[in-house]
């Protein structure tokens, strides 16, 4: 499969571009159905916002804990 080729509409170009941007790896499956790709992209938001919050809060624990 050929993902370039399977680009033909502004939203898939989206899609596609969107999920290159969020993830790792883009040799897993892309989901077909337009549900499907929105759960997609909900889910690789909530994975970045869970890593930068956990990010931020151990870091926010390490610069606060020494003012004490």
Do not use: K
């Amino acid at each position: 499969m050929d993902a370039i080729r399977e680009v033909t509409t502004f939203g898939q170009a989206l899609f596609f571009t969107t999920a290159q941007v969020l993830t790792i790896s883009s040799s897993l499956a892309n989901p077909v159905t337009p549900l499907g790709r929105v759960v997609d992209l909900l889910l690789e938001l909530w994975g970045v916002l869970v890593v930068a919050g956990t990010a931020g809060a151990v870091a926010t624990f390490f610069l606060t804990s020494d003012a004490s």
